[in-house]
């Protein structure tokens, strides 16, 4: 028997390298787990290829792949006797999927071996991805890829935020703009395009880092930001966006985005030398065209030194084709799998799709969000019913339970809205803390968690003694 939870695409590509980055990211407690787990990073770059970990006991071997060797391979079952089941994408359905499949309990002829197969070498805590621009430490989600498809330019000049790769881009360019005004008056300006979650997140983790160096300019096509988070926590972002001078353009979209021409750009740079005029070349300017989307509001003109996409996405459903005949799976609008309430995928009960590459509604009609909170949910029922199909027991019905909603406004900032006490919001330095605590407890394993709890208590240690140093500096100075 061969079962798939389908959360993302991905296809086994031969590579040579990474081994060293799994054993670190996935250590010993996870490489060995008693299901077999298999870890396969897969790309679809010619050289590049897949390590699998645990394949074939619990030392966790790890097989290379020569560099020439660049044919898809098809993967080899250790035991074609056990049942099989494979996990594509490792975000939080299908990593945390894996892991529930551990922790239950299986006969011994019935323990199933676990291939997940992702085409990214990480595991990216998204929630916490926001602390890479803060300078705070990246805990190492997968989800659905940004949809830049949808305005003209912004596929070629705007920058998505979604994974390791997308922090890091953003980051180098902000430290780029940084050194190019070093020492001079002019603003940096960064346009956000998007004004959910994601946005005002990012929007707030810019401008604290920017400081009086930038401007932010937040757009949004909604006439407020965060249209379905609860009052506590639109009005926490809000009073925060504003203390630190983000420009919110609410009621406008994005009709096209364009680079400034190159002449401006050459002319800037034989005035300010060679040495920053070859940042200069490297840093381009660029123009967004905004369109209102109420009446009574007026098109407008935004010049940006770096454009931010964090507007819409589209799941990274593969395209499945056996040798003998199409896979038909069926798909809504958005392309995602359309599933039943066990999260099977319609017509094809030996699939489930759950996360961002999967379409569920809730009691009410409304379809999930795909947000982390309903990944985790859905990878517990996932795992449970994997188990309950391999042992002919009945499959059960997910249902979503919302614990609530939090957001990271900054460094030391955040907004926590439990869904168990009505009213209550948690902001503030209170609300920082509460997030990351909700955030450890669920990160893959114990080594993980005591790691990364060691890294925050270390950084919170050094944070207090600088912030004493700093306030004796300025009594003793005052004085």
Known sequence: MALTALTASAALFPFNRGAKQWNRLFPSSLRGLGTNLSFSAVSQRRGIGCIASGATGTNGGVAELSEADTESRLYSWPDNKKPRVCILGGGFGGLYTALRLESLVWPDDKKPQVLLVDQSEHFVFKPMLYELLSGARLVLALGAEA????????????????TLEDARKVDFWLKTLERRNFGQDSLIHVALVGCGYSGVELAATISERLQDRGVVHAINVETTICPTAPPGNREAALKVLSSRKVQLLLGYFVRSITKVGDAEASEKSTETGAVQGAIEQDVQKYVLELQPAERGLQSKTLEADLVLWTVGSKPLLPQLEPRDRPYDIPLNARGQAETDETLRVKGHPRIFALGDSSSLRDSSGRLLPATAQVAFQQADFAGWNLWAAINGRPLLPFRFQNLGEMMTLGRNDAAVTPSFI?????????????????????LPTDEHRLRVGISWLTKTAVDSVASIQSTLTKVLSGS
């Open 422 to 442: 009505d009213g209550l919001t948690i902001e503030g330095p209170i609300g920082h803390t509460a997030r990351k605590i909700a955030y450890l407890i669920r």
């Open 147 to 162: 949809k830049l498809d949808v305005v003209p330019g912004a596929a070629e000049y705007a920058l998505p935020f979604s």
